[in-house]
């Protein structure tokens, strides 16, 4: 089983420029989250969604955009990347986003570098 | 505000047991998690506790004391593979996780 893709695996991009990483599930889950993680910092939410149709901004959303189409699909969008995004990037689900007490599994991440 | 702590590096000796402590402040809580993450690969799940006491499952236990607002992991019989860093994460009143930086556990043969 898949579980949760995300793709690219790593990226380099140019300040201004803009980038959709994209992140997908096959466990049905109803929760989906973006975190970034950098160095020495806990992982930060950026953006979350409960339920397909659904966002919500988490910690550090300035910057960030995102979409919940459907169930599978929560696609996270840079409009004008600068160095400050430099990060790795986890996508997670988790089966119930309204009790929030059930575990998020994770993606394997996409690794990026604003230049 | 809302904090989790937790020690940057931990080192211990492969055979032994090492006992990885965190402390939390959140608006409200829901549970506490404990996760693994290997250096280069995504945090994987370990344990969940709301309620105090002891929850043990197999060489890692995890422990809650809720008007400490503290939290350990306790993992036995450490092996060479138990080296990464552990995280761990506060569900608040909004349902929301709050993760500490981790903790990075050296193994020592």
């Known amino acids: 089983t898949a579980g949760i893709t995300q793709a690219p695996t790593s990226q380099i991009l140019a300040a201004g420029r803009s980038m959709t990483l994209r992140c997908t599930q096959d466990?049905?889950?109803?929760?989906m989250y973006w975190y970034r993680q950098d160095l020495g910092l806990g992982l930060r939410l950026i953006h979350y969604s409960n339920t397909a149709g659904t966002t919500g901004k988490g910690e550090v959303p300035d910057g960030y955009s995102v979409s919940r189409a459907n169930t599978d699909d929560f696609p996270l969008t840079l409009a004008s990347a600068v160095p400050s995004q430099t990060s790795v990037y986890f996508c997670?689900?988790?089966?119930?986003?309204?009790?929030?007490?059930?575990?998020?599994?994770f993606g394997p991440g996409t690794r990026l570098t604003v230049l | 505000g809302q904090n989790i702590d937790q020690p940057t590096e931990m080192t211990a000796t492969e055979g032994a047991i090492v006992q990885i402590n965190c402390t939390y402040q959140t608006s409200g809580f829901n549970g506490l998690f404990w996760y693994q993450q290997h250096a280069g690969e995504a945090p994987t799940f370990l344990s969940y506790?709301?309620l105090d006491g002891l929850e043990e499952k197999g060489r890692f236990s995890s422990f809650l004391s809720r008007s400490k607002g503290y939290s350990y992991l306790l993992l036995k019989e450490l092996q060479m593979k138990d080296s990464a860093s552990y995280l761990c994460a506060a569900l608040d009143s909004n349902y929301q996780l709050i993760w500490g930086a981790g903790t990075k556990l050296i193994i020592k043969p």
């Open positions: 506790n709301v």
């Open positions: 997670a689900s988790s089966d119930d986003g309204l009790a929030g007490v059930n575990e998020q599994f």
């Open positions: 466990m049905r889950h109803n929760a």
